[in-house]
């Protein structure tokens, strides 16, 4: 990933933050025949530090955990907010007119070896803990527990649990820190203005990040 040094979050709590919140990740892999790429909901733990693990689970039959090259590192892919960025909102438009269109984005990438895991054990509990944490809003939350047990058995029969300790995570938080403070500003006047969540998430970030 290309990460000039003013795009570049290094700090882990914020890391973790961004995955846990978008926890929605692209798993790219390595095989025999090229490479691979999933996406699967993760599960972030911050253990062992600095950077933590990532546990996630596939379907058994998707050969990702079977061709995957052992000696490859993976990489997961997390995005966070993003959105088109109009140069009418930047107030060195009306100074000299030298404005151009660009992207903004908060991204983390994450690296390490991929580990199988097929102990139902295991599995159940990555599953519960993902359908508490994704049910949590609900006004009448699903538990595991409310299917059969025999039906949950066979489903567990049906998946391979994914564990990745993570060896390198990256950040790029490509929030208009290159631009002065009155075109930030601007930024977030811009995107407030849109209204959506999407639009206001990053208008959130441009002003932590300018502050």
Known sequence: MYLPKYFEERNVGALHRLIRAHPLGTLITRSADGVEANHLPFELDPEPAPFGTLRGHVALANPVWRESLPEAESLILFQGPAGYISPSWYATKQENGEVVPTWNYAVVHARGPLHVIEDREWL?????????????????????????????????????????????????????QNRPQKDQQGIVQGLSARGDDAATSLAKMVRDESL
């Open 124 to 176: 159940l509990g990555l599953v519960t803990r993902l359908t508490v944490r994704h049910e949590a809003d609900s006004a009448e939350p699903w538990h595991v527990s409310d299917a059969p047990e025999p039906f949950i058995q066979q489903l567990l029969g049906a998946i391979v649990g994914i564990e990745i300790p993570i060896r390198l995570l990256q950040g790029k938080w490509k929030l208009s």
